[in-house]
């Protein structure tokens, strides 16, 4: 974990607009804090986003190998409702992985010895991130919950997010 997370500080470091540039920000507070930590979730944002305050600021965390339907998507609300219900105002526990293009610190999050990303897809509120993960047990939790017809997987034909992003991005009609 360590190795990724310092990696993608040294990415980040890499891309910096002067030379010997220090490193701020989420990569420098995760280099700071190491690879782990223990915080209290302050908002949920939607189906696979949280808040929470890390030394004194509020950062927005991405859950690691999972992708929710967005809130104005069908679902989203209820995946966003699933992840507060998990964890907010909770202590969790997080491991940074890495940073994603939009700044945030993508996490395993897990809540009183729960693996939050797991519980979003065995609930059928998330789909397996197949780009980011291939984990066979989060695969074969994906594929109980679509068989047993559970959340977003009671819709007949359920539009992932990152095609319902890419719609949106193109102009195309949205369901």
Do not use: F
């Not at 600021?57 to 966003?80: F, K, T």
């Not at 526990?93 to 610190?105: A, K, L």
Request: net charge neutral; glycine share 6%.
């Amino acid at each position: 974990m360590a190795a990724v997370l310092a990696c993608a500080a040294l990415q980040v470091a890499a891309q910096a607009q002067e030379p010997g540039e220090i490193l701020t920000g989420v990569e420098a507070r995760a280099a700071r804090l190491g690879h782990a930590a223990d915080v209290v979730i302050t908002a949920v944002s939607d189906g696979d986003t949280a808040t929470a305050v890390i030394e004194g600021r509020p950062l927005r965390l991405r859950l690691a190998r999972i992708d929710a339907p967005e809130h104005r998507q069908a679902w989203g609300q209820r995946a966003e409702q699933s992840l507060r219900q998990l964890v907010w105002k909770k202590q969790v526990h997080i491991e940074w992985r890495e940073v994603d293009r939009n700044g945030r610190p993508i996490v395993t999050m897990t809540v009183d010895g729960l693996d939050v990303s797991e519980e979003q897809v065995r609930r059928g509120m998330a789909w397996v991130y197949r780009a980011y993960s291939k984990d066979p047990q989060l695969l074969r939790l994906e594929a109980d919950a679509r068989e047993a017809r559970l959340g977003l997987w009671a819709d007949a034909a359920p539009l992932p997010p990152w095609e319902w992003r890419r719609m949106k991005r193109d102009g195309e009609a949205l369901q």
